[in-house]
């Protein structure tokens, strides 16, 4: 009898990772380089929640020279003993059951993994291979799969005095496109995890070429705020910091205001970073808005006569994480990154509105600071409202009057319409003649568009070009956007391929991000991919994308006879019919879409180049060139 249930059992669990192998896209999002560096995450994650649980204080993450991946704790270690309901042992329902992650051991949370959060047994259905190790009891265990098909059972292998979970895997190069590990992508994710799981280590380590970090921070999320204003000037020192349970909902917060005019308030729910907001930003914002008027009204800073603060006056400035765990989250929105469930609102009100009192009334020269740069905004905010209201706000958000530089196209139904965003005068000609009229419009840019990092919206309405922009997409900005006007449901960025092209790219996506992250998380923003090579040869033309191709298209025609062998520094070395045939030509051209993190990667790289702190400017430079070519996406 326990022999059937065996095999049943093994069916079902070959059908099982089969699946995954079949469809990985369905299981971790895609097979291109983000997939790959999913599959750390699950593997960690299984850590963290160890850790979560407080029985973890450290986690090593290790890319081997073969571009494998490793990954060690020093928790309990997996259960190696025989699953009662499976008849095998509990770390092989572990990388072979689908979704068997935390379902056993009881209590606790299950609260972090990824935006799938699909488990071990993902990983190894698609790994070449896979090894896992335990260290408890005084034994080290050990299995070994292959394509997630057992290689060995599980075994001692020897001794040891400590306890903890070893992993090492090698992604499956037939199913991924790129399986070559980036270390700073890697990093990013590992700083977010330990920012977010105060007290736990965290050590990634690079044997391709010696590199090493270590991340640990005992404040937590407090340090995390600190970090995030690094390269800004806080207004007041000590951070705003509060934890809390109810409910079985863990909650911690941190902020602090610098002088700056941007609301940057990150939220997680078990690690995942909600880009969307939901419930737990919404509780937390009320309670802000609440709390300081209550105090100001408490402290006559506010006159019986006077208005409240707004919510949006309170947080000009303010850098702030908030960081939930529960056991059930439910994620909505467009990306699956909004928090739904309802009880969640009032339980981190309560918890802030009373931490946030107390705060207050502790630090009270804190308190004056904030309800002073509150009143200031409040200030600005009316006066710039006057004065759009009389001139700019009818012209600008509600005039329907095109600007004249758009070359508009003739369909009206926004889904079939695109907008070229065009770098310069002349690459904007180009395209205006190469263009098909009837859905591609176009908008030219003149140079350096704007500086939003230090600008405030009225006075970002000043420039001409950001109001070419509004009007064109006839959708207002910000808190008056109305997607449902939205003109066009394609936004392409079109700039140059070199450095000023780069930047203003990254000053259009960091525009975006600000005012328009709807239309980000929408997926209507886009980046034209131009070509950087022309190769003429038999009077054949062949263009390449980047160097990779060039080699290969140089490979394959022979470097014989070539007559012409062009790099193209700008969109106006091209004629229009080359415009067209590579970059706009719906049926042969590529488009990227930006997603809501390379907007979040750019809004990082501006507010460290615009900023007004200049060290950060010269270090940031220096240390991220790299990068700022990188988010050529
Ligand atoms: C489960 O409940 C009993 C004690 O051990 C708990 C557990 O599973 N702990 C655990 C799992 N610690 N570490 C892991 C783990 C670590 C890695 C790197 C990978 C995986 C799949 C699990």
């Known amino acids: 009898m326990a022999a059937t249930t065996y095999d049943e059992n093994q069916i079902q669990i070959l059908e099982g990772l089969q699946a995954v192998r079949k469809r990985p896209g369905m299981y971790i999002g895609s097979t291109s380089q983000k997939g790959l560096h999913h599959l750390v995450y699950e593997i960690v994650d299984n850590a963290v929640d160890e850790a979560l649980a407080g029985f973890c204080n450290t986690v090593v993450v290790t890319i081997h020279s073969d571009n494998s991946i490793s990954v060690l704790d020093n928790g309990r270690g997996i259960p190696v003993g025989i699953h009662p309901d499976k008849g095998i042992s509990a770390v092989e329902v572990v990388f072979t059951?689908?979704?068997?992650?935390?379902?056993?051991?009881?209590?606790?949370?299950?609260?972090?993994?990824?935006?799938?959060?699909?488990?071990?047994?993902?990983?190894?259905?698609?790994?070449?291979w896979l090894v896992v190790q335990i260290y408890t009891n005084g034994k080290i265990y050990e299995q070994r799969f292959a394509k997630g098909n057992v290689t060995q059972d599980i075994k001692i292998i020897g001794d040891t005095n400590k306890t903890g979970t070893f992993v090492h895997f090698k992604p499956?190069?037939?199913?991924?496109?790129?399986?070559?590990?980036?270390?700073?992508?890697?990093?990013?994710?590992?700083?977010e995890t330990a920012f977010l799981t105060k007290g736990l280590k965290i050590k990634l380590i690079d044997d391709r070429d010696n590199t090493k970090k270590t991340f640990y921070y005992e404040g937590g999320i407090s340090e995390f705020v600190f970090h995030l204003n690094k390269n800004k000037t806080a207004v007041y020192e000590d951070t705003f910091y509060c934890e809390g349970e109810k409910d079985d909902v863990l909650l911690e917060v941190a902020f602090q205001h610098n002088e700056g005019y941007n609301e940057n308030i990150f939220s997680f729910v078990n690690n995942i970073n909600t880009r969307e907001?939901?419930?737990?930003?919404?509780?937390?914002?009320?309670?802000?808005?609440?709390?300081?008027?209550?105090?100001?009204?408490?402290?006559?800073?506010?006159?019986?006569?006077?208005?409240?603060?707004?919510?949006?006056?309170?947080?000009?400035?303010?850098?702030?994480?908030?960081?939930?765990?529960?056991?059930?989250?439910?994620?909505?929105?467009?990306?699956?990154?909004?928090?739904?469930?309802?009880?969640?609102?009032?339980?981190?009100?309560?918890?802030v509105s009373e931490n946030l009192m107390i705060f207050l009334e502790r630090n009270p020269q804190v308190a004056k600071i904030i309800i002073q740069k509150s009143t200031m905004a409040a200030r600005a905010r009316d006066a710039a409202r006057k004065a759009r209201d009389l001139t700019r706000r009818k012209s600008v958000l509600e005039n329907s009057t095109l600007p004249g530089k758009l070359a508009d196209c003739s369909e009206r139904d926004p889904a079939k319409c695109e907008i070229y965003l065009v770098e310069g005068d002349s690459a904007g000609g180009s395209a205006?003649?190469?263009?098909?009229?009837?859905?591609?419009?176009?908008?030219?840019?003149?140079?350096?568009?704007?500086?939003?990092?230090?600008?405030?919206l009225d006075k970002m309405l000043a420039s001409e070009e950001i109001r070419n922009m509004i009007t064109a997409f006839g959708a207002g900005i910000n808190e008056d956007l109305n997607i449902e006007k939205l003109r066009y449901h394609k936004i392409i960025l079109m700039t140059d391929a070199d450095v000023d092209g780069a930047h203003?790219?990254?000053?259009?996506?960091?525009?975006?991000?600000?005012?328009?992250?709807?239309?980000?998380?929408?997926?209507?923003?886009?980046?034209?991919?131009?070509?950087?090579?022309?190769?003429?040869?038999?009077?054949?033309?062949?263009?390449?994308?980047?160097?990779?191709?060039?080699?290969?298209?140089?490979?394959?025609?022979?470097?014989?006879?070539?007559?012409?062998?062009?790099?193209?520094?700008?969109?106006?070395?091209?004629?229009p019919d080359q415009l067209w045939e590579t970059t706009m030509n719906p049926e042969t051209r590529t488009l990227v879409r930006v997603n809501i993190d390379d907007a979040v990667a750019a809004d990082e790289i501006f507010t460290a180049l615009m900023g007004d702190k200049v060290e950060p400017r010269k270090e940031f430079i220096k240390e991220y060139a790299k990068l700022v070519t990188n988010l050529d996406i």
């Open 432 to 456: 205006k003649s190469a263009r098909s009229r009837q859905t591609q419009a176009i908008l030219p840019l003149r140079g350096k568009i704007l500086n939003v990092e230090k600008a405030r």
């Open 277 to 351: 907001g939901g419930t737990h930003l919404a509780g937390f914002k009320n309670a802000l808005t609440k709390t300081i008027n209550d105090y100001a009204r408490k402290m006559n800073a506010l006159k019986e006569t006077e208005k409240n603060l707004t919510g949006e006056d309170i947080r000009e400035g303010i850098t702030g994480i908030i960081s939930v765990k529960i056991s059930e989250p439910q994620f909505e929105g467009q990306t699956k990154t909004k928090l739904g469930n309802s009880e969640v609102r009032a339980i981190v009100d309560s918890i």
């Open 172 to 191: 499956d190069e037939t199913i991924f496109e790129d399986t070559v590990y980036e270390f700073n992508i890697l990093k990013q994710r590992f700083q």
């Open 504 to 575: 203003i790219r990254t000053l259009l996506l960091t525009f975006f991000y600000r005012f328009y992250r709807d239309l980000v998380l929408n997926g209507y923003i886009y980046i034209a991919q131009p070509p950087l090579y022309l190769v003429e040869k038999n009077k054949k033309k062949y263009y390449a994308y980047n160097d990779r191709e060039l080699e290969n298209i140089l490979a394959e025609i022979g470097r014989q006879g070539i007559s012409r062998m062009q790099r193209y520094k700008g969109l106006g070395e091209m004629n």
């Open 97 to 128: 059951i689908l979704h068997a992650g935390g379902k056993f051991g009881g209590g606790g949370y299950k609260v972090s993994g990824g935006l799938h959060g699909v488990g071990a047994s993902v990983v190894n259905a698609l790994s070449n």
